[in-house]
Nanobody
């Protein structure tokens, strides 16, 4: 069983930066796809970025060039660096993990991510 816990949310002015981290326990998560998803008030949850076991990354168009997903150490294996933040980035951000399917992380399809954190709020004013 995989457990995910996010940290690093907060409030920041437009143009500012935040860094999320995701701690993982249980199972052999190193072989999993890992991703960040977000849900803004009144909107459906959407994919932000994902990284495969091989280090390949995917991003939704609205964050390309501003956000960077990366792998860290064993304690905090997933990061999301968010720069040049905009008010439309305001959302609850979730860390997720899942097994690759057909050799791909299938981002942004959420059904392939079986494990989810509790979320951390980001507010950009």
């Amino acid at each position: 069983h995989v457990q995910l816990v996010e940290s690093g949310g907060g409030s920041v002015g437009a143009g500012g930066s935040l860094r999320h981290s995701c701690s993982v326990s249980g199972s052999t998560y190193s072989s999993y796809c890992m991703g960040w998803f977000r849900q803004a008030p009144g909107k459906e949850r959407e994919g932000v970025a994902a990284i495969g076991a091989d280090g390949r990354t995917s991003y939704t168009d609205s964050v390309k060039g501003r956000f960077t997903i990366s792998k860290g150490n064993a304690r905090n294996p997933l990061y999301l660096q968010m720069d040049s933040l905009k008010p439309e980035d305001t959302a609850m951000y979730y860390c997720a993990a899942g097994r690759a399917y057909a050799g791909s992380c299938q981002f942004p399809a959420q059904r392939f991510y079986a494990y989810w954190g509790q979320g951390t709020q980001v507010t950009v004013s």
